[in-house]
């Protein structure tokens, strides 16, 4: 990060990008020069018509935003990770079915992984012996009842979307056109955050 001293900075305004680009900043005592932004669009446009050396964003959304930059080889998302802020699902207030069915596919598609249940082979992991995976799956014990789904629900968004590694790959991994490495987002067996509360 030493190469940002005395760089100007495209950072959008009133975000946690902001506050959290001044701590890191001055707490290593490199010199830099805000450029604060409004809107991100408009922080965009700027940065790549040259108006900023650099531009702080959540990395996926840097990311997209070189999907669309004329010439996406031009730049350079940094390695370094300057603050964890999770991104993921919501729902509105006062759906608390809703809300915990939402939580609890994350769960599901996070144990598939786990477990080695993919889109493919959910079907014959189903019909196999492994206790865990057949609570996951539905086959065994009765925890659809409890979101007020019927027990093949997991087993039905596994079959359709594949287990997180499967949707974080297509959608944001290296299979994606923003090709974000798993880092934190791998499993907790593999030096990640992700793990799933058990299905019991």
């Known amino acids: 990060m030493q190469e ?3 760089a100007t900075i495209c950072v959008a305004q009133g975000t946690t990008h902001e506050l959290n680009l001044g701590d890191i900043f001055r707490a290593r005592n490199i010199r830099f ?5 409004e809107r991100i669009d408009t922080m965009y446009e700027a940065f790549f018509a040259g108006r900023c050396d650099a531009m702080t964003q959540d990395a996926s959304a840097l990311a997209g935003a070189l999907t669309v930059a004329r010439d996406p080889a031009a730049y350079q998302v940094l390695e370094e990770t300057i603050s964890k802020e999770p991104l993921g699902p919501f729902t509105r207030n006062g759906d608390e079915q809703w809300s915990n069915i939402i939580l609890w596919v994350h769960y ?5 992984e786990e477990l080695g249940v993919t889109s493919a082979n959910a079907e014959e992991q189903a019909r196999g012996q492994n206790p865990t995976v057949q609570r996951l799956l539905g086959t065994s014990g ?5 979101l ?7 087993f039905n968004a596994i079959k359709a979307v594949g287990n997180y590694g499967e949707v974080f790959e297509r959608n944001v991994g290296q299979a994606s056109p923003l090709k974000l490495r798993r880092g934190l987002n791998g499993l907790w067996t593999q ?3 992700m793990y799933a509360i058990p299905f019991r």
Do not use: K
Request: no cysteine; proline share 4%.
């Open 191 to 193: 030096g990640g955050l």
């Open 4 to 6: 940002l001293d005395g």
């Open 148 to 154: 007020g789904l019927d027990n093949r629900w997991s």
């Open 108 to 112: 599901a598609l996070v144990e598939a």
């Open 142 to 146: 009765e925890f659809g009842a409890r």
């Open 33 to 37: 020069q805000p450029v604060i932004f």
